[in-house]
């Protein structure tokens, strides 16, 4: 079964950006890397992390997935983790970022932070 995210991203371009805990939104737009870009970013994550490429697969158990990623460490010690034939990946090409922090009587703190092609341009909202 295809993974939703990448076809998604492959037919809109559109890409939605999460700050985890923070109030924000952000919009941009993805763009496919070439696959010396992907291979650059294999290098650069852990052992483990790599060979477990197919993370968007539900697994059954924790103790499911300690025991492929002692498989994993077993079979990869003394060598590198082949680089998927499938395995790309895209950039995130942020256009505008709103942050804002809550107020009393809803009289929050807004800005939005748009990027033009030199400079990132910073604007505060109403709130």
Known sequence: ??????????????????????????RSSSKAVPKKSALRNHCVTSPPDRANHKSARGFPTRKFILQKLAEIREKFQHGEIPLPSFWGG???????????QGGPARLHDRFLYRRTATAWHIERLAP
Do not use: D, I
Not at 2 to 23: D, E, V
């Open 1 to 26: 079964m295809a993974a939703a995210k990448p076809n998604r991203l492959q037919s809109t371009r559109k890409c939605p950006c999460y700050f985890h805990g923070s109030r924000s939104n952000a």
């Open 90 to 100: 895209y950039r995130v090409v942020p256009a505008s970022f709103e942050f804002w």
